[in-house]
């Protein structure tokens, strides 16, 4: 199959894997400032946590899952399907697998009440790694990984699909190529704000993927539309040209989620779900969308400190929801005011993960693997740009 054009290395998307990792970091030590709890709470917690937090959770996700699907279309391009299988596994169920299995179970047994009953290997082996049962079988705390699978189970359908499925695929792909922005924009808020405002209030959000009908709609249509738009010269070229307008409708509904979820904290009431829901899904794919268009202008550039931080983020998120759970159980105990203790709390968490990446994660190959990065090959030196 040929490809439909555009270059080989698309900068911009790179800058915005980093960056979407990284905003995932930010949110998860906002985590701890809602006003309804996380793992472990502030008593700086507010309105503020709550807008924080809403403001970006309607489109960070479909940011990572867009770059997903772009990842893997190039990938297609430049392998066979033995070859792109065992690449899916290495670099997405290899860090799955470690995490669930190592990092999640940690941040059960440090905050949950119950673990002091249990020394560590007992409480894994007795509590987090029996954590869920979804149809009848027992499923470990996919804990913030949980993207992970979805994006494996994604790619490997698409490498099915490309493989077995030729000419269907060049249909499809010819066809996402000829709508128009505005036609993408409004498939993906239907389908967004279908998950958000009426299979959510419904079935929930598990994060499990088999029992996730709300998270499916949610997560596989930016994915799907990232692998048939990745070489398209014309969608981008259409996109570049839609930031005109997607920026202030991305502004406009911004103030109008935040607005609901503000509401909803300070009225002391539940707003019917179908209307945060609505706001939210609109939103997620106008920002999705305007923050596509946008960096395409801004940071299509090849950067030393691009080559570091594309090698350093995965391993850099791996491990930093077990640092928010360790540090910040000790910087909350010190009774400082929100304004130094979140930025505290924040470079903690970013910082010793980025440490521990540096120092150790780089060098070993083991290690490499683990945190599914690419391991060197033998006799070779690894050039990475320190920042």
Not at 14 to 26: K, P, S, Y
Not at 95 to 108: D, G, N, Q, T
């Amino acid at each position: 199959m040929q490809a439909a054009s555009t270059p080989l290395r698309r900068h911009d998307l790179d800058w915005l894997r980093v960056g979407a990792l990284g905003l995932l970091i930010l949110t998860h030590v906002t985590y701890v400032y809602r006003t309804t709890g996380w793992r472990i709470h502030s008593e700086n917690a507010g309105l503020w946590g709550d807008l924080v937090v809403g403001a970006m959770a309607p489109w960070r996700m479909t940011l990572v899952f867009f770059i997903g699907g772009v990842a893997t279309r190039f990938m297609l391009q430049s392998h066979d399907l033995g070859s792109f299988v065992a690449n899916r596994f290495l670099r997405l169920g290899v860090p799955f697998a470690m995490a669930v299995l190592l990092l999640v179970p940690v941040m059960w047994w440090v905050t949950d009440p119950e673990s002091h009953a249990y020394g560590y290997l007992q409480y894994v082996w007795h509590t987090p790694l029996h954590a869920h049962t979804v149809l009848g079988f027992h499923l470990p705390d996919f804990g913030h990984v949980w993207f992970l699978s979805y994006l494996l189970a994604y790619a490997l359908a698409a490498g099915l699909a490309w493989r077995f499925a030729p000419r269907a695929w060049r249909g499809v792909e010819a066809f996402v190529e000829r709508l128009p922005v505005w036609a993408i924009f409004g498939l993906l808020a239907a389908l967004f704000v279908l998950s958000d405002a009426a299979m959510r209030p419904v079935f929930g959000r598990t994060d499990m993927f088999i029992d996730d009908p709300a998270g499916q709609v949610r997560c596989l249509p930016p994915f799907l539309l990232g692998v048939m738009v990745a070489r398209s010269d014309a969608f981008w070229g259409k996109l570049r040209a839609a930031r005109r307008w997607l920026v202030p409708v991305a502004l406009v509904l911004a103030v109008v989620a935040l607005v609901m979820a503000g509401r909803d904290t300070l009225s002391g009431h539940q707003l019917p779900p179908w209307q945060p829901g609505t706001a939210e899904g609109i939103f997620g794919a106008a920002a999705a969308l305007a923050i596509l268009a946008a960096a395409q202008s801004a940071l299509n550039r090849p950067s030393p400190r691009l080559a570091y931080f594309s090698d350093a983020i995965m391993p850099v998120y791996l491990m930093h929801q077990v640092v928010i759970v360790l540090a910040g159980t000790a910087v909350l105990r010190m009774g400082l005011p929100g304004w130094v203790e979140f930025p505290v709390l924040l470079a903690a968490t970013a910082l010793i993960p980025l440490a521990i990446y540096h120092v150790a994660i780089r060098r070993i190959d083991l290690l490499r693997l683990m945190f599914g990065l690419k391991a060197a090959m033998p006799g070779a030196t690894r050039k990475i740009t320190t920042p």
